[in-house]
């Protein structure tokens, strides 16, 4: 089993920055993602890093403003976002993947076995 628990979200004006973290328990893993799902809408990829830290991947609405990281020696997650928008308001999830071989992409929320409950973030204009 994989326990995360995210932290770090909250208000902020257009702008702003957040970090958001993802603190991991339980076995290893081979990926952690952030995932997010605003109100009336789908969930949807944010960021992703392989635990090695070899790859990080992002979705195009965020490349340049977010950066994923990771603390080993914390077991810890990190989602700098920076230059938010309104259209950032969601709840932010981190997920990770077991370590073994598949094929679905890092972009889908059904390569991840595990979940977090989530953290509110909200940007008013």
């Known amino acids: 089993q994989v326990q995360l628990a995210e932290s770090g979200g909250g208000l902020v004006h257009t702008g702003e920055s957040l970090r958001l973290s993802c603190v991991l328990s339980g076995r290893s893993v081979g990926a952690i993602a952030w995932f997010r799902q605003a109100p009336g809408k789908e969930r949807e990829f944010v960021a992703g890093?392989?635990?090695?830290?070899?790859?990080?991947f992002y979705a195009d609405s965020v490349k340049g403003r977010f950066t994923i990281s990771r603390d080993n020696t914390k077991n810890a997650v990190y989602l700098q976002m920076n230059s938010l928008k309104p259209e950032d308001t969601a709840v932010y999830c981190c997920a990770a993947d077991l370590p073994r071989y598949t094929s679905i992409s890092y972009f889908s929320n059904q390569r991840y076995d595990y979940w977090g409950q989530g953290t509110q973030v909200t940007v008013s204009s």
């Open positions: 890093l392989t635990w090695n830290g070899a790859s990080t």
